[in-house]
């Protein structure tokens, strides 16, 4: 049997492209030095033989050299953390039949659906929506004050709507049910 | 849409993280004493490398030379962040006819795609869409974006677009097992409504 194929995780785009950035340019910077030193002339700002002097009194065991120590290994360690641990996924994914297709719908989207659900429920003039891990938690507004099965028309509504999408990992629907006047 | 960018990611932030966390952790112990109370009271930069840096200007070109590849390498790992592996031209019935006489035909990726956009465009509810075959050009992947009202019916959308347009373009394509990757967007707004 094919297995399913899955909408593929996060690229760690964001990560990359501080990284990249940031090594670009410190590049650009050290090239830029080595060649104003090699051919022996000054930087616009800054005094490159004050700097060298500076730090040759500067000993290893200063506390500052200690936190700079301690700053590249933390940042490091993020980087690793980063590159290691499986990327998040921004998307829900759906189920489907079909082996080779993929289908997911973005967190915010879902959202949207189930508070397009809950305002079509008689009773209910506004709404909004919140998509965890593992449930769906609705906040229908209500002016009326004898609200009895409106909580459950309300469940049933977003629950059907976003069982017709068949999420790969189903979610709970909660529903909170807030009286205020019209 | 570009697994060799994920990999790159990956190995790129692995190889700097490490050489970060190795460079962190080797100053932090220096720096604590743990290689010796002597060591660490020795200055970070010695008059004598001082003196060695002094004695053999080359060094700067070779440092210029490590700055020139690193800022190369950098600029690349910058610039594949938005490349899209977008094949342009499609083989049809390479590989899939044994005689080599029966010939080869090339087909434009923007017709296709552009196809699949305006079946789904038709779809009711759909309010965007947009289609890339990426990958190969012999083993080509479908991907779809599409953005609905946040009235419509996405289930329905969804159904229809796998059932009747990503069916048509596996046919077109003469690829049953054509991968497909749709990614639905519920939009803000709903649909427009028509004054009759």
């Known amino acids: 049997m094919t297995d399913q194929i899955r909408t593929p995780r996060g690229r760690r785009v964001v990560a990359a492209s501080l990284v990249a950035l940031v090594l670009l340019i410190l590049a650009g910077l050290a090239g830029y030095l080595a060649v104003l030193i090699a051919t022996d002339r000054r930087p616009p700002v800054g005094d490159l033989d004050a700097a060298s002097r500076q730090l040759q009194g500067v000993a290893w065991n200063q506390p500052w050299v200690l936190a700079t120590g301690i700053g590249l290994a933390v940042v490091g360690l993020i980087l690793l953390l980063i590159a290691i641990l499986p990327a998040g996924r921004r998307t829900v994914e759906l189920s489907d039949i079909d082996t080779n297709l993929a289908a997911s719908l973005n967190k915010r989207s879902l959202a949207r659906t189930a508070r397009a659900a809950a305002l079509s429920v008689d009773g209910v003039t506004d709404a909004s929506a919140t998509v965890g891990r593992s449930t769906i938690t609705v906040r229908a507004v209500t002016p009326f004050r004898q609200v009895a099965g409106l909580p459950a028309a309300t469940t049933d509504a977003v629950d059907r709507r976003v069982g017709a999408l068949n999420l790969r990992s189903p979610r709970t629907v909660r529903t909170r049910l807030i009286t205020k006047d019209a | ?196």
């Not at chain 2, 790159?8 to 220096?30: D, K, Q, T, W």
């Not at chain 2, 390498?73 to 029966?102: K, M, N």
Request: charged letters at 25%; glycine letters at 6%.
């Open chain 2, 1 to 196: 849409m570009n697994r060799r960018t994920t990999r790159g990611n990956r190995v790129g932030l692995l190889l700097v993280g490490a050489l970060l966390l190795l460079a962190g952790v080797g100053v932090a112990l220096l720096s604590t004493g743990v290689f010796g109370a002597d060591r660490a009271g020795q200055p970070v930069y010695p008059e004598s490398a001082a003196q060695w840096v002094n004695a053999n200007p080359w060094l700067w070109w070779a440092a210029l030379a490590v700055a020139v590849v690193v800022g190369l390498l950098a600029l690349r790992w910058l610039v594949v962040q938005i490349r899209i592996d977008r094949i342009h031209r499609l083989s049809l019935d390479t590989d899939r006819d044994p005689d080599p006489a029966a010939g080869r035909t090339d087909a434009s990726a923007k017709a296709l795609t552009r196809a699949v956009e305006d079946d789904i465009l038709g779809i009711d509810g759909v309010r965007d869409a947009r289609a890339d075959l990426s990958g190969h050009a012999d083993a080509p992947e479908l991907w779809l974006k599409v953005t609905t009202d946040n009235t419509a019916d996405t289930a329905h959308i969804r159904r229809r677009i796998v059932d009747d347009v990503v069916r048509d373009a596996r046919t077109a394509l003469e690829l049953p097992a054509l991968p497909a990757y749709l990614t639905l967007t519920v939009s803000r707004r709903s649909a427009a409504r028509s004054v009759v």
